[in-house]
């Protein structure tokens, strides 16, 4: 189980899981995406009033060892620590999807927040390069929660649970040039509207994710004055 909770210090979290795509299609973008969310997420603590992340590294179930990977939610930079321990599996396999549905699949079911508490939602951000998954297999999905018993989890049928917990975004991240990206936009649409999939390239991750969080924030949430883009932390990779 992840929380999120209010306290004296924050009040009134503001929870955001950013999942990350760490399959061999990916390659060293999901490199290059890391090294950026740790200056989003510096960023938007100076800018935004009790937000606290998550952040997730999203395999495939199907082929690979460490298919989801999962931190803690931090209101501040130790965040960082986190990061640092992101593996990189490159793994993945020829079914041209990875499993990214197991953010929302985790999000709903081990995940305690108390913005629900306040009638409010918590935001998930999937990025990745790959067609949206229509199943998660049930037996290594057990594995990973622990759960004793786990059938396999259907996109369809998932979705609406996550959409009543979370507002979902998903990042396609547009990086090579021979990937049929229509084709793998197509399958996201069949779940979350134009809104709610963005098709970016390397270099417009950053702002683009700033713009979500702000968004979903509000502006009753934005702290006032000028923020400067802070240097990067320290990553050892």
């Given at each position: 189980m992840r929380e999120c909770r209010d306290t004296e210090e924050h009040p009134a979290t503001i929870p955001v899981i950013?999942?990350?795509?760490?399959?061999?299609?990916?390659?060293n973008a999901a490199v290059e995406v890391a090294k950026q969310l740790n200056v989003i997420m510096t960023k938007l603590y100076e800018r935004v009033k009790d937000?606290?992340?998550?952040?997730?590294?999203?395999?495939?179930?199907?082929?690979?060892r460490?298919?989801?990977q999962v931190s803690q939610f931090e209101s501040d930079i130790r965040i960082a620590e986190q990061l640092d321990?992101?593996?990189?599996?490159?793994?993945?396999?020829?079914?041209n999807y990875e499993s990214y549905t197991a953010?929302?699949?985790?999000?709903?079911?081990?995940?305690?927040?108390?913005?629900?508490?306040?009638?409010?939602?918590?935001?998930?951000?999937t990025m990745g390069d790959e067609a949206l998954n229509p199943y998660i297999p049930g037996e290594p999905l057990g594995k990973v929660t622990g759960a004793a018993r786990v059938q396999d989890v259907e996109t369809e049928k998932l979705l609406p649970?996550?959409?009543?917990?979370?507002?979902?975004?998903?990042?396609y991240v547009d990086h090579r040039n021979y990937r049929d990206v229509d084709?793998?936009?197509?399958?996201?649409?069949e779940c979350l509207d134009k809104q709610h999939i963005r098709v970016i390239r390397l270099d417009g991750i950053a702002d683009e994710i700033i713009r979500i969080v702000t968004?979903?924030?509000?502006?009753?949430?934005?702290k006032k004055g000028r923020v400067e883009f802070p240097k990067a932390l320290g990553i050892s990779w």
């Open positions: 950013l999942a990350l795509d760490v399959t061999g299609s990916m390659g937000v606290e992340f998550m952040i997730m590294g999203i395999g495939d179930f199907a082929y690979d460490c298919p989801l321990k992101l593996y990189f599996e490159f793994g993945g396999g020829g079914n953010a929302w699949y985790f999000g709903v079911n081990h995940v305690k927040l108390d913005a629900w508490d306040r009638g409010q939602k918590g935001l998930i951000i649970q996550v959409l009543e917990k979370y507002d979902v975004y998903h990042i084709e793998d936009v197509k399958t996201w649409k968004a979903f924030a509000g502006n009753d949430a934005l």
